[in-house]
């Protein structure tokens, strides 16, 4: 079970997930940061400086803070757009790289095309 077990970690696939995970969490950091101390500044500029964070309703004892779910909202909006526009522009290059021709291959012919050839040519200079 041991054996099959390190069989299945050393994978390619699990490897790969292992390094999109940790790669994906520190982007994850990088985006929260530029949502956090940029772009939601932006955006609270424009929104005339409103923080829906410390809204709440109280009834009785209980507190309804409906702020910070309606802020929660408005950061997931913003995160998957700026993450939306990442992957447009990341595609955008993929697309350019794809695009641009590659140097032309010179296809060798094959065996049997070679020895035609040689007894095309060994052909013409006898006749």
Known sequence: MLQEFKAFAMK???MDLAV???IGAAFGKIVSSLVDNLITPLVGL??????FSTSSYTIGKAVFGYGAFIQSVIDFVIV???IFMVLKVFNALQRK???KPEAEKIVE???EIQLLREIRDGLQTKG
């Not at 424009?46 to 923080?51: Q, S, T, V, Y």
């Open 12 to 14: 390619g696939n699990v």
């Open 46 to 51: 424009f929104m005339g400086g409103i923080d």
């Open 80 to 82: 998957a757009f700026v």
């Open 20 to 22: 999109a995970v940790v």
């Open 109 to 111: 012919p094959s065996e």
């Open 97 to 99: 790289e794809a695009a």
